[in-house]
């Protein structure tokens, strides 16, 4: 089980990866829409999510959990 500082650095390393910018400025307010992340990328961040953790996300997820911060709080319910 992953501890929310581990799924932070995750969501820090892989959109910024995704979205090609410094992972500065992914803080846990954050949310998805500001930094751009649009509906191919939140699918492939979720793919990427579910296969690093080991759970089952819906797509939507990222709409439904629209901060890093959320989405970080609804990952770590989903591994308790």
Do not use: K, N
Request: overall charge negative.
């Amino acid at each position: 089980m992953a501890t929310d500082a581990e799924i932070e650095a995750f969501c820090r390393d892989r959109l910024s990866s995704i979205l090609d910018i410094e992972p500065a400025r992914i803080t846990l307010e954050t949310s998805f829409a500001g930094l751009g992340l649009d509906s191919a990328m939140a699918v492939h961040f979720v793919l990427e999510a579910e296969e690093w953790f080991g759970v089952e996300l819906y797509p939507a997820v990222t709409a439904d959990h629209p901060t890093v911060g959320a989405f970080v709080s609804y990952l770590s319910q989903l591994q308790a």
